[in-house]
């Protein structure tokens, strides 16, 4: 059975710092690139971050650049994003997503994706 499923979700003042991991099963892992995805309130979901198969490619929306870090432990079947001067607008449901992908990129293409988790809330309020 397949299984992405996020953690470390909560909340944060502005300033703070949060870390999601997402742990998946039931499929190759290491064939995957994983994709952060995030759905605030009364917005459509938009793409945050990826990672390539083997950590060497990572993407990053605009407005996180500088501020989130995203890395993958392929022998533990888990991706990062470290999440770092969190700002109100960062407010959303954080969801992980696995693109079978057969190169070392990855792209933040909701439609392309092949497996979802069901989020984590992330609130950045004081």
């Known amino acids: 059975q397949v299984q992405l499923v996020e953690s470390g979700g909560g909340l944060v003042q502005p300033g703070g710092s949060l870390r999601l991991s997402c742990t998946a099963s039931?499929?190759?892992?290491?064939?995957?690139?994983i994709n952060w995805f995030r759905q605030a309130p009364g917005k459509e979901r938009e793409g945050v971050s990826c990672?390539?198969?083997?950590?060497?490619?990572?993407v990053y929306t605009d407005s996180v650049k500088g501020r989130f870090t995203i890395s993958r432990d392929n022998a533990k079947n888990t991706v990062y994003l470290q999440m770092s001067d969190l700002k109100p607008e960062d407010t959303a449901v954080y969801y992980c997503?696995?693109?079978?992908?057969?190169?070392?990129?990855?792209?933040?293409?909701?439609?392309?994706?092949?497996?979802w988790g069901k989020g984590t809330l992330v609130t950045v309020s004081s």
């Open positions: 997503a696995a693109h079978r992908i057969p190169n070392n990129l990855c792209v933040l293409y909701q439609r392309s994706m092949d497996y």
């Open positions: 039931g499929f190759t892992f290491d064939y995957y690139s």
């Open positions: 990672i390539s198969r083997s950590n060497t490619t990572a």
